[in-house]
């Protein structure tokens, strides 16, 4: 079935857990019910090996085969947008297995070393590209200080499709927006809590972690803010914020950390995380989290 791309990641783009097993080994399987359930609820774009995906704790591997995986249980129901990054090597190799399991679309992560050209990550994205064959890339940015030329050269790169912005500065945003062809599809990257002012600068679509415990949720929030509802997608992030909070705690230690958990609460263990992430969550942070779930009626 084919899809319309640009559509779908102008929609929420759904970061899956990684699940792992008792003894700590990737357990693809696990995320069935939580694939079917977001879809179900109207989730536009799973997206495989992102940060909540834990990608830079998952071997090469394992990212390979999350990605395989993963496209095998999405179908031709939704378009997969698969993470890949790292050393341009395991990038490239993951970008072409990715293409081969029946990804969509490539989602490029900003590389991390200390030492980045923005000239060296224009021939990365090309690298890469290569690699898949030519699959559309969408490239995730969470550093904004490479400026807005270095933006506007990467997403003019042949095959790049957009940006999943990731950084809480939205002017920056509309000003990269504004130096760059406007077919480029502009993508809130820092989730539900974020949406709203960066769709007042031009942004399209969000990444959700929550979609993988609270899908209706996040749909909902697409929706008003879609719809120029700004009151309403507001006041449902009010009552989802708590759940945000805990994430954004011990510097972000407990982003991957407070979904897996409400998935524990849930009935639908994934497994811990993998250090650095913390796991488990506080007795603090554990007692907030069953607050919210039971507040809104989740466990």
Request: aromatic share 6%; proline share 7%.
């Given at each position: 079935?084919?899809?319309?791309?640009?559509?779908?990641?102008?929609?929420?783009?759904?970061?899956?857990?990684?699940?792992?097993?008792?003894?700590?080994?990737?357990?693809?399987?696990?995320?069935?019910?939580?694939?079917?359930?977001a879809l179900g609820a109207g989730m536009h774009i799973p997206v495989?090996?992102?940060?909540?995906?834990?990608?830079?704790?998952?071997?090469?591997?394992?990212?390979?085969?999350?990605?395989?995986?993963?496209?095998?249980?999405?179908?031709?129901?939704?378009?997969?947008?698969?993470?890949?990054?790292?050393?341009?090597?395991?990038?490239?190799?993951?970008?072409?297995?990715?293409?081969?399991?029946?990804?969509?679309?490539?989602?490029?992560?900003?590389?991390?070393?200390?030492?980045?050209?923005?000239?060296?990550?224009?021939?990365?994205?090309?690298?890469?590209?290569?690699?898949?064959?030519?699959?559309?890339?969408?490239?995730?940015?969470?550093?904004?200080?490479?400026?807005?030329?270095?933006?506007?050269?990467?997403?003019?790169?042949?095959?790049?499709?957009?940006?999943?912005?990731?950084?809480?500065?939205?002017?920056?945003?509309?000003?990269?927006?504004?130096?760059?062809?406007?077919?480029?599809?502009?993508?809130?990257?820092?989730?539900?809590?974020?949406?709203?002012?960066?769709?007042?600068?031009?942004?399209?679509?969000?990444?959700?972690?929550?979609?993988?415990?609270?899908?209706?949720?996040?749909?909902?929030?697409?929706?008003?803010l879609d719809g120029g509802d700004y009151d309403t997608a507001n006041?449902?992030?009010?009552?989802?914020?708590?759940?945000?909070?805990?994430?954004?705690?011990?510097?972000?230690?407990?982003?991957?950390?407070?979904?897996?958990?409400?998935?524990?609460?849930?009935?639908?263990?994934?497994?811990?995380?993998?250090?650095?992430?913390?796991?488990?969550?506080?007795?603090?942070?554990?007692?907030?989290?069953?607050?919210?779930?039971?507040?809104?009626?989740?466990?």
């Amino acid at each position: 079935m084919a899809h319309d791309l640009d559509k779908a990641l102008t929609g929420i783009s759904g970061i899956l857990v990684t699940p792992y097993d008792d003894a700590g080994e990737i357990a693809p399987s696990k995320l069935n019910p939580i694939i079917d359930r977001a879809l179900g609820a109207g989730m536009h774009i799973p997206v495989v090996n992102g940060n909540t995906g834990e990608f830079y704790a998952l071997t090469t591997d394992e990212a390979v085969t999350m990605a395989t995986e993963v496209c095998g249980m999405v179908g031709d129901r939704a378009p997969v947008l698969a993470g890949v990054g790292r050393g341009i090597r395991d990038a490239c190799r993951l970008a072409k297995a990715s293409a081969d399991a029946g990804a969509s679309a490539l989602m490029i992560h900003q590389p991390p070393d200390p030492f980045v050209a923005p000239r060296g990550t224009v021939d990365y994205v090309k690298a890469v590209s290569d690699a898949s064959g030519g699959l559309p890339m969408m490239l995730y940015l969470r550093n904004d200080a490479i400026g807005t030329k270095a933006i506007a050269d990467l997403c003019a790169i042949p095959g790049v499709k957009g940006v999943k912005w990731a950084t809480p500065n939205p002017l920056k945003l509309a000003e990269a927006k504004a130096a760059c062809d406007p077919s480029i599809v502009w993508v809130g990257g820092l989730a539900e809590v974020w949406a709203p002012p960066l769709y007042a600068v031009g942004a399209r679509g969000f990444t959700s972690g929550l979609i993988n415990v609270w899908p209706e949720r996040s749909v909902a929030i697409h929706a008003a803010l879609d719809g120029g509802d700004y009151d309403t997608a507001n006041q449902l992030i009010r009552e989802m914020r708590a759940f945000e909070d805990i994430r954004a705690e011990e510097m972000n230690g407990t982003n991957v950390t407070g979904v897996k958990a409400a998935l524990q609460a849930l009935g639908q263990d994934c497994g811990p995380t993998r250090p650095p992430s913390a796991w488990p969550l506080t007795d603090t942070q554990q007692a907030q989290l069953g607050d919210f779930l039971k507040a809104n009626g989740l466990i």
